[in-house]
């Protein structure tokens, strides 16, 4: 993803209900994907990845969807918790190539 | 057991003055990098090494030099700090494509 953004977006959500995040990604040469989790003073941790031969991907209670039609990724969690309050990054890169790029970041709040 | 340290946690300088920040990691990964993230969260890559190789700098003022003695470790040292420095600074490594390991960051405070 590519930072545009002035501000980060924040996404509040009910204890117990799904979450949608969203983020839009620049380089249509970018052929993996992967959402990260960071939470307050810690360093960003994996959460998930997609590659771009397909367009979905479960993991324990998280899904990845990706569409490259229009370069839109999303996350989804599911029964949102309240340890799931973070920032959430998408990060796009391509076979080869070192370089990760990450997007602007959505702030999750769960309110219990 | 941390897999990706870095010290110090915390920096408060003045203007003008060099410091350095190290990262270490006991993953046995062959790429690291070190990022910066400012006020507003954003993550922006400052350079990547492979197997202490430079093979990313990304149009990072030339004050900020990083030096990897080996490929476990990566260091940053930054001469004149400027207010505009303030951020926090994340080392990562990785052996997988785009699966970075982070380090708990440097919060810099630049007065």
């Known amino acids: 993803g590519e930072s545009v953004g002035l501000h980060l977006p924040t996404l509040s959500v009910q204890e117990g209900d799904n979450s949608i995040i969203n983020c839009a990604y620049s380089?249509?040469?970018?052929?993996?994907f992967i959402w990260y989790k960071q939470e307050s003073g810690k360093g960003p941790q994996f959460i998930i990845d997609?590659?771009?031969?397909?367009d979905k991907r479960q993991g324990q209670r998280v899904t990845v969807l990706l569409n490259k039609t229009v370069k839109h990724l999303s996350l989804q969690i599911a029964a949102t918790q309240p340890g799931d309050s973070a920032v959430y990054f998408c990060?796009?890169?391509?076979?080869?190539?070192?370089?990760?790029?990450f997007g602007t970041g959505t702030k999750l709040q769960v309110i219990p | 057991d941390t897999a990706v340290s870095q010290t110090p946690k915390y920096l408060v300088t003045q203007m003008g003055n060099d410091k350095s920040i190290k990262c270490e990691q006991n993953?046995?990964?062959?790429?690291m990098y070190w990022y910066k993230q400012d006020s507003k969260k954003f993550l922006k890559i400052m350079f990547s090494?492979?197997?202490?190789?430079?093979?990313i700098n990304e149009t990072v003022p030339n004050r900020f030099s990083p030096k990897s003695p080996d490929k476990a470790h990566l260091n940053l040292h930054i001469n004149s700090l400027e207010l505009g420095d303030s951020a926090v600074y994340f080392c990562a490594s990785s052996q997988d494509l785009g699966k970075l390991f982070f380090g708990s960051g440097t919060q810099l405070s630049v007065l």
């Open positions: 993953l046995g990964h062959d790429t």
């Open positions: 090494y492979n197997n202490k190789e430079l093979i």
């Open positions: 997609i590659r771009s031969n397909m």
């Open positions: 380089n249509s040469a970018s052929d993996y």
């Open positions: 990060a796009d890169t391509k076979e080869g190539y070192q370089k990760v790029t």
